[in-house]
C-alpha cells in the first residue's frame, strides 16, 4: 500500500470532478412532432418520445404550448396563444419548461405572462429569466412572521392585522370591493421598501386598464408591476399566470426586498384550469374541477414566505382574490383556498348594500399570523373591540323587534354605532398608522360616545388633522417594538380630547321654576 494513498485518491477525485466539469451537456432538438388535433385551448401531438413533463414545445407561427399530458401514444399540450394549427402540422420540442423575465427592469411595467410588454414601451431589459414553476422554500429557510404589512384599511389593520410573509384570502361575492381592498393594499405600500405585483387573471379589458389608471395616477406604478390576461386570452395563459407573476415576486424576494402579490382572482384560474383538464378527459371530479386542483393553489401559495436573515430577510405577502356564489364560503374553491390561507376577509353583499363600506364582515374574517406581527400600539388602541362589535351586531338585530333595553344594552348599542361609522372608508384613501392610533384611541377611551353619530364623520377628519401634526418624537414611539407608555397615550387621549370638544353633543339644560 502506497504511502501518500491519501493524495492518490485527492488526485483522482479532482481529476473525476474536472472530467465533469468539462461535460456540459448541451440540447439539440432532434425529435419533431405533428399535430392530431387542435380543440379550442388545447393540442393533442404524436411523435416526441422524449419530451419531458411540462416542456415547452414550439409550433409553426411562433406559436408554444406546454406538454401536459403523457400518454403512450400520444401528449395532450396547452397552447399559450391564438394561432392556425392544422392537422399535420409540425411540432418540436424546446429542450427548457416555461420561463419569464425577471429584474427591475419589469417594476413600473405591464406586461403578459410570457414576458411579452403590453404598455407599448418597448422591449424589457431583464436581469434574467427564471422558470414559472419553481419549488417553495424549505420549511428550514423560513422565518416567522414577525413585521406588520400595513393595508391603510383601518378595520384590517386594527382587527384582522396582516404581517409580511403571510398569505390572507380575501372573499366574497361579486362587486363587494374585494378588488378595492387589494389596491388599497398596495398605494399604501408607498414610500415603505415593499415591491407590490398585481396579477389580473381572466379579468376584463375595461377592469384591468381602470386597475392600471388608478395605480398610474396615484404614483403607485413606481413600485407596481402588473401581470396581466383578460377573459378572452387562451386558458393555457390564464393558467400560468399567477406562477409567472410569483417568479417576478420571487426575485425580488430573494434579494432581500419585501413584496407583496395580488391575485385577482383565482376563481378564474381554477376555472380555466378546470377547463383544460375538461379538454384533456382528465376525470372530473367535484364541481366538475380535477382531483388535483387542490395541488395547483397550495403549490403556488407555499411560495409565499419570509426567509431567514442570513438568506437576506425578504419576504413575499400574496392575497389571493376568489369569489363567491351567494354567499357560499363553503363551496369546492373557497374551502380549498380557506384551508391553504393564514385567515380571510370575507366581504358581505348585505353590508355593501347598507352602504357599509369596506363591507367586511368582522365575525368571518380572521387573521391566524398577523397578530403576532401587528404593531404593539394597535394592541393598546383596539382591546375587545372585535367582541365590542359583534355584541353590538347582535343586540342590534334583537332590538329591532322593538323590545325595550336597559341602559347598559343601549349604551353598547350606541357604542357599537360609533364603530361601525368609523370603520367606514372611502375607496383608494387608506390611513397612516398616526392617524389610525389616534382615532382608535379616541374610540375605545369612550371620547367619541357624546360626539352624535351624524358628527363623527367631521370629527374622524379633525382628528386626522391633528394626527398629521404629531410631534416627531410622539410620531415614532408608535412604531416602536414596545407597548404605548402611559404617558405617550395621555398625549394622545389630550390631544383627541381637544379637538373632540368642537364637537361634543350638548345636554339640554332642564327647565327651573326660576327660569320659567
Not at 404550448?65 to 409540425?90: P, S
Not at 413600473?108 to 418597448?122: A, K, Q
Not at 373557497?334 to 366581504?347: A, E, F, K, P, R
Amino acid at each position: 500500500m502506497p504511502d501518500n494513498l491519501d493524495k492518490v485518491v485527492e488526485d483522482a477525485f479532482t481529476e473525476l470532478h474536472r472530467g465533469r466539469e468539462q461535460f456540459i451537456p448541451s440540447f439539440t432538438p432532434s425529435e419533431t412532432g405533428a399535430v392530431i388535433s387542435v380543440s379550442p385551448g388545447i393540442a393533442t401531438v404524436s411523435g416526441l418520445p422524449e419530451v419531458g413533463y411540462s416542456e415547452l414545445l414550439k409550433f409553426p407561427g411562433d406559436l408554444y404550448g406546454i406538454a401536459f399530458n403523457l400518454d403512450e401514444t400520444e401528449i395532450g399540450v396547452v397552447l399559450l396563444g391564438d394561432g392556425k394549427l392544422g392537422a399535420g402540422d409540425e411540432v418540436q420540442r424546446t429542450g427548457r419548461v416555461v420561463d419569464i423575465p425577471v429584474g427591475n427592469a419589469v417594476i413600473g411595467r405591464v406586461i403578459s405572462p410570457l414576458g411579452e410588454p403590453l404598455d407599448g414601451r418597448g422591449a424589457i431589459a431583464f436581469a434574467k429569466r427564471l422558470p414559472i414553476e419553481r419549488p417553495a422554500q424549505p420549511i428550514m429557510n423560513r422565518a416567522p412572521v414577525i413585521a406588520p404589512l400595513q393595508t391603510g384599511t383601518k378595520v384590517i389593520d386594527a382587527l384582522i392585522p396582516i404581517g409580511r410573509g403571510q398569505r390572507e384570502l380575501i372573499l366574497g361575492d361579486r362587486q363587494t370591493g374585494k378588488t378595492a381592498i387589494a389596491l388599497d393594499t398596495i398605494l399604501n405600500q408607498k414610500d415603505k421598501n415593499v415591491i407590490c405585483i398585481y396579477c389580473a387573471i381572466g379579468q376584463r379589458a375595461s377592469s384591468v386598464a381602470k386597475v392600471i389608471d388608478r395605480l398610474t395616477t396615484s404614483g403607485a406604478m413606481s413600485y407596481t408591476c402588473v401581470v396581466v390576461t383578460e377573459g378572452n386570452n387562451p386558458p393555457g395563459l390564464q393558467y400560468i399566470a399567477p406562477y409567472a407573476a410569483t417568479s417576478i415576486a420571487e426575485y425580488f424576494m430573494e434579494e432581500g426586498r419585501d413584496v407583496l402579490i395580488v391575485y385577482d382572482d383565482l376563481s378564474n384560474h381554477a376555472e380555466a384550469y378546470r377547463e383544460l383538464s375538461l379538454l384533456l378527459r382528465r376525470p372530473p371530479g367535484r364541481e366538475a374541477f380535477p382531483g388535483d386542483i387542490f395541488y395547483i393553489h397550495s403549490r403556488l401559495l407555499e411560495r409565499s414566505t419570509h426567509l431567514k436573515s442570513d438568506l437576506g430577510g425578504g419576504s413575499l405577502t400574496a392575497l389571493p382574490v376568489i369569489q363567491t356564489e351567494a354567499q357560499n364560503i363553503s363551496a369546492y374553491i373557497s374551502t380549498n383556498l380557506i384551508s391553504i390561507t393564514d385567515g380571510q376577509i370575507y366581504l358581505s353583499p348585505k353590508l355593501f348594500e347598507l352602504g357599509v363600506l369596506p363591507a367586511i364582515d368582522v365575525e368571518k374574517s380572521v387573521s391566524r399570523v398577523g397578530g403576532k406581527a401587528q404593531l404593539p400600539v394597535f394592541s393598546a388602541a383596539t382591546g375587545d373591540l372585535k367582541l365590542a362589535y359583534a355584541q353590538f351586531e347582535e343586540l342590534e338585530t334583537f332590538a329591532r323587534f322593538g323590545a325595550s333595553l336597559d341602559k347598559n344594552t343601549r349604551k353598547m348599542i350606541e357604542h357599537g354605532k360609533r364603530i361601525r361609522e368609523i370603520f367606514k372608508q372611502p375607496e383608494l384613501q387608506p390611513l397612516s398608522v398616526a392617524r389610525q392610533i389616534l382615532l382608535l384611541l379616541a374610540l375605545q377611551n369612550g371620547l367619541l360616545e357624546s360626539v352624535p353619530v351624524n358628527k363623527i364623520q367631521a370629527a374622524e377628519a379633525a382628528l386626522y388633522q391633528a394626527a398629521d401634526q404629531l410631534p416627531a418624537e410622539l410620531a415614532a414611539a408608535l412604531f416602536s417594538e414596545s407597548r404605548l407608555s402611559q404617558e405617550d397615550k395621555d398625549k394622545l387621549l389630550g390631544r383627541a380630547s381637544a379637538v373632540l370638544a368642537a364637537f361634543l353633543e350638548i345636554p339640554d339644560t332642564p327647565k327651573t321654576a326660576g327660569n320659567e
